[in-house]
């Protein structure tokens, strides 16, 4: 096939269906993956019908360890290789870390650290043979700020997403593969509402922090283009992490257990 194809995670939604507007736009083909088909579907005729791509949707749930080997082996049966790779998939788990099961955790770090990372190591001597590639794990604010009650292993896992990306730009500097982590704040898309805290979230949290998923997505397309290993996005959420850097930790900690209740649900 004359065009590239790109691999996106977590793709019914949100900032998932952002991205595969925006490498649709870029005359990318599409192999879209989330749990929810009639999603898949439907945007699916979307993107083919507004930009005349191919689009391919494979179904599939990360908390499965064998997930990333059977939706990679379902692009492979059409005869296509992946040229690009959102890791976007993702979801917060409410609760201190000694009221929720360790199941839940488990799954929590399958889905957010072992699946981008088992997608990356499978993906990547491909794309280093073939002198292209492009890989945005779409991480958050959270892993460049202290961590906060609640939610425990999310700004962890987060955290993890944006040194693995900078490592792996790191090794890929003369290969042709650009390697990017996003980092959107506050985002409008159903991840609030999976949590259950978008009541809260809005009433504590000014407009102007927040940011549409369509302007995230085409900032972290165009961070993987330019090859920046890191994205933050919004000129505020880019004073927050300066400020998280030059403050004292302490200082930064006792900002976060003020602020911290307005968007962590206990």
Sequence with gaps: MARRLALITGA??????????????????????????????????EISLR?????????????????????????ESHGRTIDALVNNAG????????????????TFIQVMVTAPSAFAHKLLPGMIERKFGRIVNVASLAGLVPGSAGHTLY????????RFSQSL??????????????????????????VGNRAEISGSTPKWLWLGADEVAAA??????????????????KAIAVLA??????????????????????
């Excluded at 000694?98 to 955790?105: E, F, G, I, R, Y």
């Excluded at 730009?169 to 999976?194: I, K, M, Q, R, W």
């Design 12 to 45: 019914s939604a949100g900032i998932g269906a952002a991205f595969a507007r925006i490498y649709a736009s870029h005359g990318y083909d599409l192999a879209l993956t989330a749990r929810r088909a009639d999603r898949l579907e439907a945007l699916s005729a």
């Design 51 to 75: 930009y005349g791509v191919e689009v391919l949707t494979v179904t599939g749930d990360l908390a499965n360890p064998a997930a990333p080997d059977a939706i990679l082996a379902g692009i």
């Design 91 to 106: 979801y917060g788990l409410a609760g201190s870390y000694a009221n929720t099961t360790w199941d839940d955790q488990q």
């Design 155 to 162: 700004g962890a896992a987060k955290s993890f997403l944006v």
């Design 169 to 194: 730009h790191l090794e890929n500097l003369h290969t042709g593969v650009h390697v990017s982590a996003l980092c959107p704040g506050f985002t409008y898309s159903e991840f609030h509402d999976v």
């Design 220 to 237: 972290g397309y165009e961070a993987a283009e330019a090859n920046r290993p890191i994205c933050v996005t919004g000129a505020p959420n």
């Design 245 to 266: 850097k030059l403050l004292p930790d302490d200082w930064s900690m006792s900002l976060m257990t003020r602020g911290g209740p307005n968007f962590r649900k206990l």
